[in-house]
């Protein structure tokens, strides 16, 4: 199962340099919705990476099959979630861990993650043919002994734009955090059967 695309909270120009337009919601939920209590959580600027489990034997993937995880992360993958551990924890749960790979040699700003070295963080969890809530998630990065992303407020979609226009501090780094992951307190589908799921990211408003 590959992680499914996150849509920018607006629309694009559709000429270069492609700038948001402000206003203009990428669904029609979000303009509906805007109001509401949002979770965010800060988006890391690693590699998507997929841990998944069959009860057996322990896989790890990128964003797609053809994508190449580097040796020293997976290297640290393989020491993070060995098959012993998760048969341990979970002997009868099939599961896909969706999370990011980040440090140092991934990506510009790794190394202001972790200056030497990489690890996994997590974000978001399939299981049981539903996405898992925020607690069960943490509770699972708890008892793996990993990190899962920081819940580093709630508010409307408005707010998190403009706290996201202003930048903040990373909760993971000596950098500025790269943006916002943006749920709403309850899983929601769209007509089309896609979670209701945004983001917005600091770049977007230099």
Known sequence: MKYHKIQTVFKREPQKPCRIIEGDWTQPEFDMLKDIQWEWTEKIDGTNIRVVWEGKDVTFEGRTDDSQIPIFLYTKLAETFPSVKMKKLYPDSIMTLFGEGYGNKIQKAGKD??????????????????????????????????????????????????????????????????????????????????????????????
């Open 113 to 206: 993650y972790i200056e030497d070295g990489c690890s996994f963080i997590l974000f978001d969890v399939y299981c049981g043919g539903v996405w898992l809530d925020r607690k069960d998630v943490e509770d699972i990065a708890d008892k793996l002994g990993i990190k899962a992303v920081q819940v580093v407020g709630r508010g409307t979609l408005n707010e998190a734009i403009e706290y996201v226009r202003t930048g903040f501090e990373s909760k993971e780094g000596k950098l500025k955090a790269e943006g916002l992951v943006l749920r709403p307190p309850v899983e929601l589908l769209d007509k089309q059967g896609h979670r209701i799921i945004t983001k917005i990211k600091h770049v977007d408003f230099n």
